[in-house]
């Protein structure tokens, strides 16, 4: 049978809080291809405070699996207000997983989603088919390496620049779209002044948006008082038999920091050179190919 497309499907799930979490999946053309025959992948997108944006990463893999993916609560279009704690982010998962009819899940984390990813092995290892960690989760003090090397990735008037746009108490549209900009072109491999790096930064800034900087906050802090670092031995207890990590080799957060996890857990961990915090702009063969390999269950 030839392939046929891919179809896609957007829902709006009410969870037991009656918070409503946008979702949509794309669901494989494939008539009796490798489809029917994998657990449905999650993507989980970082921030923590962002809507969605791994769209083209489900691209990537939406062949093989249903690939589902959700603005997480309070991002986007998950509108919703209050306090924000690993644990609820995790109890969102599971729920949305039992609303799916999925007993089991490949999940795929980037950044911040990582580390979520993570918890929610630790909370719920019966239910994770496979786990993939990109970019994060990092230990140790790795936010002193990461604005060491952000810094001198910035010129001196750019760090001006967004030392004062952080500390307005309020901002203009275009500001906030100035901010972000600065904070995340460093994040790509190409971050001249007039490169890709800052040209997919500032189309993000308008798309990713509105940042829910509550969230990010509450999460942030929520991490730096519990971090993974006093999780490893029971992560390591429940992770599933498939478990790996990836990382961009010119991230400005320390590959380093990736690498003493990996070892931590002993687990692999494929690194894509010249590849930033989002590795599959600057090298999308290299991630496809490792995302591929990796829904497929091959080592």
Do not use: K
């Not at 009819?101 to 630790?122: E, I, P, T």
Request: hydrophobic share 40%; glycine share 14%; net charge positive.
């Amino acid at each position: 049978m030839g392939l046929l497309r891919s179809s896609s499907r957007v829902g709006l799930t009410s969870l037991g809080d009656g918070a409503r979490v946008r979702w949509t999946v794309a669901l494989p053309g494939s008539v009796g291809g490798e489809g029917g025959r994998q657990p449905p992948v999650v993507l989980l997108h970082g921030g923590p405070g962002l809507p969605d944006y791994l769209g083209d990463v489900a691209d990537m893999v939406e062949d093989l699996a249903p690939v589902y993916r959700y603005d997480q609560r309070g991002t986007g279009r998950s509108v919703w207000q209050g306090r924000h704690t690993f644990a609820r982010h995790v109890g969102d998962l599971a729920e949305l997983l039992d609303a799916w009819g999925a007993a089991r899940a490949v999940l795929v984390g980037h950044s911040y989603g990582a580390d979520l990813a993570a918890r929610f092995c630790l909370a719920h290892p019966d239910r994770v088919a496979a786990v993939l960690l990109m970019c994060g989760p990092f230990l140790g003090d790795w936010r002193a390496g990461y604005r060491a090397v952000r810094d001198r990735r910035m010129t001196g008037a750019q760090r001006e620049r967004l030392r004062v746009l952080e500390e307005l108490p309020r901002r203009s549209e275009e500001q906030e779209v100035e901010l972000l900009t600065l904070a995340w072109f460093t994040d790509h491999a190409d971050h001249s002044g007039a490169g890709r790096g800052w040209r997919w930064a500032e189309r993000d800034a308008r798309l990713r948006r509105p940042v829910n900087w509550g969230m990010n906050r509450e999460l942030g802090a929520a991490g730096r008082a519990d971090p993974l670092d006093g999780h490893l031995d029971g992560l390591r207890a429940c992770l599933p038999a498939r478990a790996e990590l990836l990382g961009g080799c010119d991230d400005p957060r320390p590959l380093s920091a990736l690498d003493g996890l990996a070892r931590s857990l002993g687990l692999p961990l494929t690194r894509i050179e010249g590849g930033g915090h989002e590795p599959w702009l600057e090298r999308p063969e290299a991630v496809r190919a490792c995302l591929r390999r990796f829904v497929r269950g091959r080592s």
